[in-house]
């Protein structure tokens, strides 16, 4: 992923921040698919009408995370991208309009990260209601 950098490069930092982001994308879109499974083991299960709805609900969700995962991780590797074509060492316009699509980037990946997780909070305090009521096993 990150590639032909020189290590003395005043921007590498950056590249190297933005790549940990991408696998934290990555971790969030694996710990989606669990989540997505562990959903589609209990669906089969689920009597309750109310109960089958918030499933579904619950599904939309993940699917969404799907797609907004898909599309940070693209912006993210563009960002990479855009900071290992800078060849000069000066401050330019370019390199403060990149330091500012960092900042939005960091504040994005944030907003994911605590979206994320209260989605598998709801969700798994969903499925240990249901456990209660013994809809599922």
Same mark, same amino acid.
């Not at 499974?37 to 939309?60: C, K, P, W």
């Given at each position: 992923m990150v590639k032909n950098i020189r290590v003395g490069s005043k921007w590498t930092q950056y590249i190297f921040e933005t790549s940990s982001w991408v696998r934290l994308i990555d971790f969030l879109h694996q710990e989606n698919s669990f989540l997505k499974? &562990?959903?589609?083991?209990? %669906?089969?299960?689920?009597?309750? +009408?109310?109960?089958?709805?918030?499933?579904?609900?619950?599904?939309?969700?993940?699917?969404?995370?799907?797609?907004?995962?898909?599309?940070?991780?693209?912006?993210?590797? &563009?960002?990479?991208?855009?900071? +290992?074509?800078?060849? +000069? %060492?000066e401050e330019s316009i370019q390199v403060q309009s990149l330091k500012k699509i960092h900042a939005r980037l960091k504040e994005q990946l944030d907003y994911i990260e605590r979206d994320h997780s209260i989605l598998r909070k709801d969700y798994n305090t969903y499925l240990i209601s249901l456990s209660t009521v013994a809809e599922i096993n």
């Open positions: 499974t &562990r959903l589609s083991e209990v %669906m089969d299960d689920i009597t309750n +009408s109310e109960n089958l709805a918030l499933a579904e609900h619950f599904q939309n969700q993940f699917i969404v995370k799907d797609d907004v995962y898909d599309h940070m991780k693209h912006d993210l590797q &563009r960002h990479i991208e855009k900071w +290992s074509q800078q060849t +000069s %060492m």
